[in-house]
């Protein structure tokens, strides 16, 4: 092989080194580009909001328990009457038909059970008697709301006098929270984007477009007051001696967000 050709051979592999060399890098560049547009830098930065309100909705539950024999359709009269008597009463006190709801109503068997101590086992032997129905017991349980604040404790101890024998806790809401949740929403954004700007600038870079936000489920704060020895699961000798002064106080809306922003 002359030295021509051989120089020629030399100068094309030092080419085909030089354009794989300048290949492989516009590659990775390339390659680099496109994972910072599927993966840009970013950072997050998280906002809150809070919202007091008062609530303008009591809401609690009372049952009517009715025990009764055998016969069920007398037991469903007698309960029925019973709650009848009560639901009348909360309407005749302001209390409108869509803020009353039926929670439950069940039907349970009563038994009478039998204590045969230790028996012998015996094919033949049935000294010990199964346990038996006695009777049943009728539980209808209603929801209400009330919206007139100072009927509360004339309700508490009116449906008691009218025959209900059981009562729930007491809570208070509000009857559309979609706007208080909107107004902590709003405040949790401008605070989570002050920070975002606060960010970018003491740490000397641009802030980018957010791209994420994330919200956390709303959480309520919630302080009411019942002031009196009254209790509500009382019997009907108590309801009649002491009304119970219940205040809604004050309930709080906070939401929390995330916001995501590119770093430029």
């Known amino acids: 092989m ?3 050709i051989k120089d020629y051979l030399g100068i094309s592999i030092i080419m085909s080194l030089t354009i794989f060399i300048i290949s492989l890098a516009l590659t990775s560049y390339h390659y680099s580009q496109s994972l910072g547009e599927v993966f840009p830098r970013s950072f997050s930065v998280q906002g809150e909001g809070r919202v007091t309100i008062i609530p303008d909705i009591a809401q609690f539950s009372f049952s009517v328990i009715t025990e009764g024999g055998k016969d069920t359709k007398k037991l469903l009269i007698e309960n029925t009457q019973k709650m009848n008597t009560v639901t009348t009463f909360v309407k005749n006190n302001g209390v409108e038909s ?3 709801k039926t929670e ?3 039907l349970e068997p009563r038994y009478k059970s039998f204590n045969c101590g ?3 086992y015996n094919m ?3 000294s010990c008697q199964q346990n038996q129905i006695v009777g049943y017991t009728i539980t209808q349980t209603m929801s209400v709301k009330i919206r007139d604040f100072s009927k509360i404790g004339l309700i508490l101890n ?3 006098e009218s025959g209900a024998n059981s009562t729930s806790g007491i809570s208070f809401t509000l009857d559309d929270v979609t706007k208080s949740q909107n107004e902590a929403r709003v405040e949790a954004i401008q605070k989570a984007q002050k920070i975002a700007h606060a960010t970018a600038e003491a740490s000397g870079f641009y802030l980018g477009k957010l791209i994420n936000i994330n919200e956390n489920a709303p959480q309520s704060n919630y302080d009411y007051r019942v002031s009196s020895s009254y209790e509500l699961n009382s019997v009907k000798s108590m309801a009649t001696s002491v009304t119970p002064t219940i205040e809604p106080g004050t309930k709080e809306i906070i939401i929390n ?3 995501s922003y590119e770093i430029q």
Request: hydrophobic share 40%; charged share 15%; proline share 5%.
């Open 2 to 4: 002359s030295q021509k």
């Open 98 to 100: 869509k803020d009353i």
């Open 104 to 106: 439950n109503y069940n």
């Open 118 to 120: 230790p028996v012998i």
């Open 124 to 126: 033949n032997s049935n």
């Open 158 to 160: 009116g449906i008691i």
């Open 257 to 259: 967000v995330v916001l």
